[in-house]
Structure formats: C-alpha cells, structure tokens
C-alpha cells in the first residue's frame, strides 16, 4: 500500500473495500493507527472502498518535527486524496480524527460528502490540560500516562471483559514517537474550530460516548448544536467508541452513511 507524500512527510496509507463503491476516510484519535479501525473494516468495505491511514507522527508515517495543527492535518488528507485522485469521500473520525473532519468540511466543502463526528469537540475550555499531558510525557514518557489515558479510552468493564484488547491498544499508545505525539498535543492545544461549525454543509452525524470523560457529551451536544441539520446518537462506551461499542457503532454510521 501507497506512502504519500503531503508537502514532505510520508504517510502510510490503506485502501481497502468494494472497487468503484463510495469512498469511506477513516481518522483516528491521538495515540493510534490505522489499526484501531479493524471493529470496523468487515462492515464498512462490503459498502465502501475504505481509505485508512496513520496521522504525521504515528505508527508507520514520517514524523517531522512539530507543532502540528488540525490544519496541517485537514492538508495531508487532502493530500491523500489528491494523490489517489478522488474528488469526495465521506468522512470518519475518532476524536482528533472528528476535528480534522471539522477542519475539512468547513475549508474543503467541496471534498465531503457526509460527516461522521465521533468522540470530539470543537474546543477545550481549558486547553492548559494539553500543556499538562505535554510535561507529563516529557518527563516521564508515554508508558508513564499510558494507563490513565487507556482508562479514558475504555471502560473498566470493557477493560475487565476484553483485556487482550485493552493490551493491544495500550501497545499502540505507547508505540507512538514520542515527538509526533507532543506535535499533535500542541495542534490540541490551539483547537478552536467553534467559528467553524455553523458553515457546514455537510450532513452531520455526531456520535458520542455516554461514559466519554476526554469529550463528554455536552462537548458532542456543542458540536451538534453550531452545524445545521447535525444529528446525534450516544452508544455505551468511553472515549475509542468503535473499540468499545463496535456493534452499535458500526450500525449508526452505516445506518447515517446509507441513507438517502
Ligand atoms: O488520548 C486522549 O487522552 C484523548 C484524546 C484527545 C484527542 C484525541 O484524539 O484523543
């Protein structure tokens, strides 16, 4: 599978799915690969050609020095797309993946069809949190927050029920360079796509996690209320919903991502 080049960096790139079918873009959350994505790839390449891929400063793409930003982020995709010569994708992602999804639908209406906002906000009102994780993984890396952050992204039951998943996941977390991660914390830190929101166009499904303590509900609820026409369902689960509530998950973004 392809490595394209955004202005520079090398990205790791997957396509996958039925040829010729509509095109799926999956983004994933801070601290993850393309690999958090597998709950899903049996349901949605029956319907879609799926693109997944790993952000600057994760799992197999370049990691060039930062800060980053969800604009940069909103220009490698487009990047991707470009390289791959598709004009319009419908939009999937977790958390920083749902901010890029903003990012691009507000920047680049033209590229988006629908939209799929999971586990996200448009803004921190305390964006000095980011500051904090930043010193937290300078000193002590990340298998030093790894067991906090794991905890935000999946319940204790589901950790209890499903340890082996916990563990992958855990691994994926602490596999990330350490400066693509700091990179993206500093894009975390700058968010505020609030102004963002009331131009889109494209319709919207806002997905959030009832148990989600990184972007609790009201953050999903700001979202849904700034985009016109945006709608909302909430599944039981923390933060890595696809991870936690892949059934339910899978069912409410194909249901959206079908309808006519
Ligand atoms: O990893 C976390 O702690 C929560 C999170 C914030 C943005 C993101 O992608 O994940």
Same mark, same amino acid.
């Given at each position: 599978?392809?490595?394209?080049?955004?202005?520079?960096?090398?990205?790791?790139?997957?396509?996958?799915?039925?040829?010729?079918?509509?095109?799926?873009?999956?983004?994933? %959350?801070?601290? %993850?690969?393309?690999?958090?994505?597998?709950?899903?790839?049996?349901?949605?390449?029956?319907?879609?050609?799926?693109?997944?891929?790993?952000?600057? /400063?994760?799992?197999?793409?370049?990691?060039?020095?930062?800060?980053?930003? @969800?604009?940069? #982020?909103?220009?490698?995709?487009?990047?991707?797309?470009?390289? &791959?010569?598709?004009?319009?994708?419908?939009?999937?992602?977790?958390?920083?993946? /749902?901010?890029?999804?903003?990012?691009?639908?507000?920047?680049?209406?033209?590229?988006? /069809?629908?939209?799929?906002?999971?586990?996200?906000?448009?803004?921190?009102?305390?964006?000095?949190?980011?500051?904090?994780?930043?010193?937290?993984?300078?000193?002590?890396? &990340?298998?030093?927050? !790894?067991?906090?952050?794991? !905890?935000?992204? &999946?319940?204790?039951? #589901?950790?209890?029920?499903?340890?082996?998943?916990?563990?992958?996941?855990?691994?994926?977390?602490?596999?990330?360079?350490?400066?693509?991660?700091?990179?993206?914390?500093?894009?975390?830190?700058?968010?505020?796509?609030?102004?963002?929101?009331?131009?889109?166009? *494209?319709?919207?499904?806002?997905?959030?996690?009832?148990?989600?303590? *990184?972007?609790? @509900?009201?953050?999903?609820?700001?979202?849904? *209320?700034?985009?016109?026409?945006? *709608?909302?369902?909430?599944?039981?689960?923390?933060?890595?919903?696809?991870?936690?509530?892949?059934?339910?998950?899978?069912?409410?973004?194909?249901?959206?991502?079908?309808?006519?």
């Amino acid at each position: 599978m392809p490595m394209i080049d955004a202005d520079g960096c090398l990205l790791n790139v997957t396509v996958e799915g039925r040829d010729g079918g509509p095109t799926l873009m999956l983004s994933n %959350s801070l601290g %993850s690969t393309l690999q958090m994505w597998e709950p899903q790839m049996r349901a949605f390449t029956q319907v879609f050609r799926v693109i997944r891929y790993d952000r600057r /400063g994760h799992g197999k793409s370049q990691v060039p020095p930062g800060p980053y930003s @969800i604009e940069r #982020f909103g220009r490698d995709a487009l990047a991707i797309l470009d390289d &791959l010569n598709i004009e319009k994708v419908h939009w999937c992602g977790v958390s920083m993946g /749902g901010m890029v999804g903003q990012w691009l639908a507000a920047h680049a209406p033209g590229r988006i /069809g629908k939209l799929v906002l999971a586990n996200t906000t448009c803004y921190y009102p305390d964006p000095a949190i980011w500051g904090a994780r930043i010193k937290a993984v300078q000193e002590t890396g &990340l298998a030093g927050i !790894a067991d906090m952050v794991i !905890a935000g992204w &999946l319940t204790q039951e #589901f950790r209890d029920r499903n340890p082996d998943v916990a563990d992958r996941m855990k691994a994926m977390l602490v596999a990330t360079p350490v400066e693509g991660y700091l990179a993206c914390c500093e894009a975390l830190r700058a968010l505020d796509l609030r102004e963002d929101l009331p131009g889109i166009k *494209s319709p919207t499904l806002v997905v959030a996690g009832r148990y989600d303590k *990184s972007t609790p @509900i009201a953050m999903a609820e700001a979202i849904r *209320s700034r985009i016109p026409g945006a *709608s909302m369902t909430i599944v039981d689960a923390a933060h890595i919903s696809n991870v936690e509530a892949a059934g339910p998950f899978n069912d409410a973004v194909l249901g959206f991502l079908t309808q006519r």
